[in-house]
């Protein structure tokens, strides 16, 4: 492994780590500031809105070196990083709450959400890094 990606690499995991803890953080506020009907669901949508901003700046700055060429070229950039991760998320949310079900504890639910955010985030990077973080305009497929 190069210099150059061992570099983005330890970046892309401090980056990571840091959004998870954001997340799962968030998540733990939220339950306990509301513990009603889908309380779970809605901890885990509000940890996944606060880390995403955060981790969209790091990345586009520190991983992939992009500057965008005007707000609106930023906004697309945004939109797509943003869509790239839906099917991530969806790996996230999928393993946090298989966690949730299958151990009934807390503790068992924010393991899960690591375990889901890790896999994720190695897919996104892959994903960004061949769609959105590219020379160019992104291919916005929006």
């Known amino acids: 492994m190069s210099k150059k990606a061992l570099t983005i690499a ?45 981790r969209y700046l790091l990345e586009k700055r520190y991983i992939f070196n992009f500057k965008s060429s005007n707000i609106k070229h930023d906004g697309q950039l945004f939109l797509l990083y943003s869509f ?8 996230f949310w999928f393993t946090e709450y298989v966690f949730h079900l299958s151990f009934t504890d807390d503790l068992m639910r924010y393991v899960g959400g690591v375990v889901g955010l890790s896999i ?23």
């Open 120 to 142: 994720g985030f190695y897919i996104k990077y892959r994903l960004d890094k061949k769609y959105v973080f590219m020379s160019g305009d992104p291919k916005v497929m929006l």
């Open 84 to 91: 790239m991760g839906v099917f991530t998320t969806a790996i």
């Open 10 to 54: 330890l970046l892309y995991t401090v980056f990571a780590s840091l959004s998870t803890v954001i997340n799962i953080s968030s998540q733990m506020l939220s339950m306990a500031i509301y513990k009603g009907t889908y309380a779970v669901e809605i901890s885990i949508l509000v940890g996944t809105a606060t880390g995403l901003p955060l």
